[in-house]
């Protein structure tokens, strides 16, 4: 389908490829007669790359954005090292079209987090909620828990199912379990038919709930200023309903 993409852009046309992805020498090759550009994470190598990259203690990334034309200091609003690719990609595409340097650190630098797609907000008794309920895969949730991991205090990740992974569904919501158990995080509350083997690949620590009452009750008792939820889930786990109890203020 990438190639296909390819094979659709005018034959003068312009390219910009990720330089860190295993199949890109064979998108160079059908690229033909078409300029081709290509970022990368940090590889230097590349057209558009990042360099001197940071996570502050509140998530954010700070790097510098490296391009044909020169270079440039970047403090992103959004959280997680995962965006730092993001923004280099989307200033490769930006200044291939026409936008200068300074054009383009100053979108970056404007741009803010959608609700749901790992946005912060405070909850309640004090704690920090990091909302990424807007959808989840393999390589989201992954991300995800390193956004997690940036913060100090208590970690807990929250989660709901993975949707329509196909035949390896077990294996994947598996392997969240076992990476968010290596990563340190501390619980791991999950509900769902597949989310069962998450909480068996974390182990300890972790706990499978059959209704998304007991699940929110059980999140609001431990909620305190040194704790810090994720939570995500696929749409149709709807997570968003964890959030909005979480951020609710209590009742006398």
Known sequence: AKGEI?????PMGRLVLNHD???????????????????????????????????????????????PVGSQPIKLGLLGNHNVLNAVASSAVAMEAGANLMHVK?????????????????GINQC??????????????KAAIDVLTS????KVLVAG??????????EFHEQIGEYAANSGIGKLYAIGEKSCYMVRAFGSGAKHF???????DECRGIASPTLVFLVKGSRGSRMEAVIKELR?????
């Open 161 to 170: 199912d993975m949707k329509e992974l196909g035949m390896k569904s077990e």
């Open 210 to 216: 059959s209704s998304r009452t007991e699940l929110i």
């Open 21 to 67: 992805d295993a199949n890109v020498e064979t998108w160079v090759t059908r690229a033909k007669s078409r300029v081709v550009k290509k970022f990368s994470g940090q590889n230097p190598s590349a057209d558009y790359f990042a360099s001197d990259v940071s996570i502050d203690s509140k998530g954010t990334a700070e790097f510098t954005l490296n391009t």
């Open 106 to 122: 100053a979108g970056l630098e404007s741009v803010k987090p959608v609700c749901g797609r790992l946005s912060l907000a405070n």
């Open 248 to 252: 609710k203020a209590e009742e006398d």
């Open 6 to 10: 390819i094979d659709a852009t005018d």
């Open 151 to 154: 913060f100090s205090g208590e």
């Open 128 to 141: 920090k909620v990091l909302d990424d309920t807007y959808n989840a895969s393999p390589s989201s949730f």
